[in-house]
């Protein structure tokens, strides 16, 4: 294990302790004790500012929310009575793909909703922030008809991120295939990540959470929690994926994340782009880097919930910084890099859903100039409810899923924008 990551992982130890004094000591038969390391005095003193510690204070600053855009947009409804509709993806042959968080997958052909959901998707745990996730067709879906889903599997006392694949019919999945599943199994329905992205040589990708009441775990390099994963389209492990030790959990890519809710590959500059969630405040926005930690919970420019730190660090050797957060949080969810011709001046930036009732709901613009962000913009303010997913269509639109108002009602929709 590298040394710095080393040193990563033991101060994880330090916030588990926080972490059990805050949440009354909650343990889990299905999670494995926290991080072995060293004296808490000593991985303090370690972390102390001045050796990669950072400024506290960081945490409550509070960003001005990016201006509103100028650009004209067209907003059309393509599917509506969706119930809370997670993810989109659009096949070869003209059709559009789109999960339900409740378990369904749905195909909309010719611009109509198909009122029967497709058959044969695997048992999904559908509870809280747990659900179907991503869909996702291999490179190769014009030949071979095989589709990847992300979804949350078990029961609310044993569960765990999975990613299947099948082949598509047209109107069913068939041959299902469970090609990974997060270990260990966790008894809360929090933080499950569930993003799937292609990247090069047919590596594909998943991020998975940290599971929320078991933070220090995204330090466990024994778990997949807090975690990047790249496995081989079967589910078996790359060859030159990065050693977090012997004893490591398969597939880590990266670690140190919190709840990853957005994955793109950016075929353009050959980099994998991600954002995730971060507590009260301090969302991020990340290039991943194979091996890389990117330092949660032990760095964070966010705060708990209840108003009390984290961690008292934004920084310290050995994470890598994020290269944008958010505070006040946005609650990003989906993540597409422009690659079309109808945005003509967006091409390369980065697009994100903002779920945030208090930063303002939102889809942003991500300004991406010399591979880093240059700037930012809103658009679609005035959207109501919850922007769950962003994609960018063959046809060059920008397709969303908007969430809905509530898990027990089909008024989630489908919409395709296009510039006025």
Same mark, same amino acid.
């Given at each position: ?27 889990s ?5 926290g ?6 005095m ?6 102390a ?19 509103? *855009?100028?650009?004209?947009?067209n907003?059309?409804t ?5 119930l ?17 968080q409740?378990?369904?997958?749905r195909?909309i ?16 745990? @559908?509870?809280r922030?747990?659900g ?12 071979n ?8 599997a078990?029961?609310?006392k044993?569960?765990a ?32 990540g ?6 090069p ?6 991020t ?11 330090q466990d ?12 389209e079967?589910g ?18 990266t ?6 809710q957005g ?7 050959g ?18 880097v194979?091996? @890389?930690?990117?330092?949660w919970p ?9 108003g ?20 006040p ?5 989906g ?12 091409? *390369?930036?980065?697009?994100?859903g ?5 930063a303002g709901?939102a ?40 969430e ?11 919409l395709?924008?296009?510039p006025?």
């Open positions: 294990m590298p040394r710095q990551l080393r040193s990563l992982f033991f101060a994880g130890a330090v916030v588990a302790i926080a972490a059990a004094c805050s949440q009354g000591g909650e343990t038969a299905q999670t494995p004790a991080p072995a390391g060293e004296d808490a000593n991985a303090a003193e370690r972390l500012p001045g050796g990669g510690g950072g400024d506290a204070a960081m945490q409550k600053t509070q960003a001005e929310p990016a201006p509103e *855009g100028a650009l004209a947009l907003v059309e393509v599917a509506e009575n969706l809370v509709p997670w993810a989109i993806a659009f096949l070869p042959s003209g059709e559009i793909l789109v999960t339900e409740e378990g369904r997958l195909i052909e010719d611009g109509v909703l198909r009122a029967a959901p497709i058959d044969g998707v695997p048992a999904v745990h @559908a509870e922030q747990a179907l996730y991503d869909v996702l067709p291999h490179p190769d879906y014009a030949t008809k095989v589709l990847y889903l992300a979804y949350a078990g029961d609310a044993s569960n991120t999975r990613v299947a694949r099948a082949t598509f019919d047209g109107s069913a999945l068939n041959d299902l295939d469970v090609i990974f599943e997060a270990i260990p199994l966790k008894d809360t329905s929090h933080h499950f569930g993003r799937l992205a292609w990247g040589d047919g590596h594909l990708f998943l998975v959470g940290e599971g929320s009441r078991y933070k220090e775990k995204a390099f024994k778990t997949s929690f807090g975690a990047v994963i790249r496995i081989n079967d078996t492990l790359p060859d030159d994926n990065p050693d977090f030790g012997p004893d490591a959990a398969p597939g880590l890519y670690k140190g994340h919190r709840n990853p994955l793109a590959w950016d075929a353009a500059r980099v994998l782009w991600s954002h995730e969630h971060g507590p009260r405040g301090g969302d991020e926005l990340n290039i991943i194979p091996g @890389a930690n990117y330092g032990a760095a964070s420019f966010g705060i708990d919930y209840s009390a730190l984290i961690t008292p660090f934004t920084e310290f050797e050995g994470a890598k910084a994020p290269l944008k957060y958010w505070t949080s946005i609650a990003p969810s993540l597409a890099v422009y690659d079309g011709d109808l945005f003509a001046d967006w091409k *390369g930036d980065l697009l994100v903002a779920m945030s009732p208090t709901r889809l942003h613009r991500v300004i991406i100039e010399n591979g880093v962000p240059a700037g930012e913009e809103r658009y679609l303010t005035d959207l109501e409810p919850r922007i769950r997913d962003v994609r960018v269509g063959p046809d060059g639109a920008i397709y969303i899923a908007m809905g108002s509530s898990r027990g009602d089909p008024d989630g929709k489908i395709r924008v296009t006025q």
